[in-house]
């Protein structure tokens, strides 16, 4: 395992950073032994990072790019449906930060391996399966199979 400190400074000095938690069987697909927790950190300066819990930086990050000159208008993303009982700014600053994670995924998906792309499925897949057995959501529930039915991919379940 490489430890790369200029990266690894750039990742936790930023605020608004993104962590992806990793489960064992990504860790190992990373080809790194399991002792600790594991998860990829994105952070405004577009870098994405695999780390340990104690700070190790682990196998891959990707570097900040020049902006895509054809890239999708970020207002098509921006989500259309208001609800009332939010204020105006709290809205706008919810829809800046879905815009802004929306933008991170391209990019990811864009500079990604066959590894990263299975480690950035995983991860999200988990993610979504952690919040359905937290919390009752019909929408995320109806929405999750739609696009895995979509691709024909049998559910994984969160361990």
Known sequence: MANNKSNDSVA????????LPLIKAQCEAINSPCIGEWYIEINSGMNAIVKECNGNTVVFSYEQYPQARHSFPLNSFVNIFKRRDIPQQQLQNI????????????????YSGATELDILIKSIEELIACSLADKYSPGLNAASYEVYNKFAISRRVAK
Do not use: H, S
């Open 12 to 19: 936790t000095n930023q605020v608004d950073a993104i962590r």
């Open 95 to 110: 829809d800046r930060k879905k815009t802004y994670c929306r933008e991170l995924f391209r990019v990811a998906l864009r």
